[in-house]
Each structure stands twice: as structure tokens, then as C-alpha cells.
T-cell receptor
Framework: DTGVSQDPRHKITKRGQNVTFRCDPI?????LYWYRQTLGQGPEFLTY????????KSRLLSDRFSAERPKGSFSTLEIQRTEQGDSAMYLC?????????????FGPGTRLTVL | AQKITQTQPGMFVQEKEAVTLDCTYD???????LFWYKQPSSGEMIFLIY??????QNATEGRYSLNFQKARKSANLVISASQLGDSAMYFC?????????????????FGKGTKLSVKP
């Protein structure tokens, strides 16, 4: 059983460009979460899915951010018209109802740098 | 509003000694879960230990134990017999538990973390 995977691990882009990140959760995990972590801070919640349904979105998720999980398996997070303030580590996590959703397993993250 | 406070930006501990990392929380939810995660320099968040607000006993997982004091709203992590590999950032987190969501609600709320350095 492999862990949560994220692709790419690093992304450097110019301001104004669009970027898309992918997250593959642990198989059989029906909940998937996106967090953002800036330097010196703990992760901040962005959004989460149960199967293909997006159940909650943070106010941090501006109109430039969109997340999808079309088939209830992998998820994508897209940032349009990137800004320098979007530079951060984007973390994905998944969880399973067998643990009462208590334990979230995190992926290695995608580090975004906006120049 | 829910909030996690970790007042120790950095801690040093001698190898093989025990160390306590502080965490206090604020919430109006009657039921909640408390978590500790470890983040090595590689960046991946590693789950360490969980405590439910309704649990009567403090959680333990190997060398990790959670000193839960509900009245004080504190959930300190105790690491016994520190090892060099314990050097990392440690984050305390919380999540409300709402039964109408079939268990835990989604998102974790994290503190700012404590950087632990283990000296040989």
C-alpha cells in the first residue's frame, strides 16, 4: 500500500501563469484534503472532498483557486494568475472512515515558487 | 474561534532524555480531537498521536505520550528517550467532532510549531 503522492514536488512559475498540482490519495481513502503551508507557519486548511463531493472550502481559497476530484480518486488543485503571495508548500492528505477519519496521512507536498 | 498555541519556537534536548512540547488550544466545540504531527526537513507531515476530548486516559504511542489536561485546555506532547532522528518540527493540531458529519469534521487547525533539536 503506497502512501499519498503529489506531483510535481517542485514548481517554479512566473507571476500571472496558471499552475496545476495533482494528488493521489491512499487507495480506499474517501476523504482528501488540501492544505497550504508558508514558511514558519503550520499548515492552513484550503478544502476537502468526500469521494467526489467538495464539502468545505476555506476563505483562503480565493476565486483564483479551484480544486476537483472528478472520480473520487485523485484530485487536482489549480491556481490561476499566480501571485508572489501564492508561494508556499501545498500539502495533500487523505483519510479513511475505518479510523473515524481521525488520522490524516499527508503527502510530501508540492513546493510552489512564484517569481 | 478555534485556535492552537505553541509557545516554544525552538527546544533543545539531550539525546536519551525526555522532552515536553507545549500546546494549548481554544474551542467552543463540546467534542474535538487533538493531534500531534512531526515534520522533518524533508517536508512530509507524519502523524504521531491522537487524543479525543472524551477519552478518559491520556494517549500513548511508543515513545510518545500526550499529557491531556482538559480543564487547562492543554495537550502537551512528551517524547521519552529522545533520539537524534527526533530532530524536526512538531505541530499540534485540533479538529471538532460533529456527529452529524458521521464522525470528525474535515479540516485540522494547526499551531505554528516547535522546532526540536536533539543534541548528541
Amino acid at each position: 500500500d503506497t502512501g499519498v503522492s503529489q506531483d510535481p514536488r517542485h514548481k517554479i512559475t512566473k507571476r500571472g501563469q496558471n499552475v496545476t498540482f495533482r494528488c493521489d490519495p491512499i487507495s480506499e481513502h474517501n476523504r482528501l484534503y488540501w492544505y497550504r503551508q508558508t514558511l514558519g507557519q503550520g499548515p492552513e486548511f484550503l478544502t476537502y472532498f468526500q469521494n467526489e463531493a467538495q464539502l468545505e472550502k476555506s476563505r483562503l481559497l480565493s476565486d483564483r483557486f479551484s480544486a476537483e476530484r472528478p472520480k473520487g480518486s485523485f484530485s487536482t488543485l489549480e491556481i490561476q494568475r499566480t501571485e508572489q503571495g501564492d508561494s508556499a508548500m501545498y500539502l495533500c492528505a487523505s483519510s479513511s472512515p475505518t479510523s473515524g477519519f481521525n488520522e490524516q496521512f499527508f503527502g510530501p507536498g508540492t513546493r510552489l515558487t512564484v517569481l | 474561534a478555534q485556535k492552537i498555541t505553541q509557545t516554544q519556537p525552538g527546544m533543545f534536548v539531550q539525546e536519551k532524555e525526555a522532552v515536553t512540547l507545549d500546546c494549548t488550544y481554544d474551542t467552543s466545540d463540546p467534542s474535538y480531537g487533538l493531534f500531534w504531527y512531526k515534520q522533518p526537513s524533508s517536508g512530509e507531515m507524519i502523524f504521531l498521536i491522537y487524543q479525543g476530548s472524551y477519552d478518559q486516559q491520556n494517549a500513548t504511542e511508543g515513545r510518545y505520550s500526550l499529557n491531556f489536561q482538559k480543564a487547562r485546555k492543554s495537550a502537551n506532547l512528551v517524547i521519552s528517550a529522545s533520539q537524534l532522528g527526533d530532530s524536526a518540527m512538531y505541530f499540534c493540531a485540533m479538529r471538532p467532532i460533529h456527529m452529524n458529519y458521521g464522525g470528525s469534521q474535515g479540516n485540522l487547525i494547526f499551531g505554528k510549531g516547535t522546532k526540536l533539536s536533539v543534541k548528541p
